[in-house]
């Protein structure tokens, strides 16, 4: 299987998310059956992303998850509400310098 996995990081509100699936939406792309596209917008967005690609048969994902599993993490999100929502998450990011040992 191969995978494509598109991180939006901060990159689109609402309108120019709607506008980026049509426009996606359009292009053929070649033999899906052995590839998998998992888009990974902010967490406000994951839902409506998630909606607008059913019919694309799109995945979703989240762009980060919390090392800790519950508690009072001021804007963290937990593994537990994200698999709510969606089924992949991206873990560790190069921008924040981003170790094995972090």
Same mark, same amino acid.
């Given at each position: 299987?191969?995978?494509?996995?598109?991180?939006?990081?901060?990159?689109?509100?609402?309108?120019?998310?709607?506008s980026?699936?049509?426009?996606?939406?359009?292009?053929?792309?070649? +033999?899906? @059956?052995?590839?998998k596209?998992?888009?990974?917008?902010?967490?406000?967005?994951?839902?409506?992303? %998630? !909606? &607008?690609?059913?019919?694309?048969?799109?995945?979703?994902?989240?762009? +980060?998850? @919390?090392?800790?599993?519950?508690?009072?993490?001021?804007?963290?999100?937990?593994?537990?509400?994200? %698999? !709510? &929502?969606?089924?992949?998450?991206?873990?560790?990011?190069?921008?924040?310098?981003? @170790?094995?040992?972090?």
């Amino acid at each position: 299987m191969n995978y494509f996995i598109a991180n939006w990081k901060m990159n689109m509100g609402i309108k120019e998310i709607i506008s980026w699936m049509e426009e996606f939406s359009k292009i053929k792309l070649i +033999d899906r @059956s052995n590839r998998k596209i998992i888009l990974c917008p902010s967490h406000s967005h994951i839902a409506l992303v %998630k !909606e &607008l690609s059913k019919k694309m048969g799109f995945f979703v994902g989240a762009q +980060d998850v @919390s090392v800790f599993e519950k508690g009072a993490h001021t804007g963290e999100t937990g593994n537990f509400q994200l %698999k !709510e &929502l969606c089924t992949y998450s991206l873990v560790g990011h190069s921008e924040r310098k981003e @170790s094995f040992e972090s």
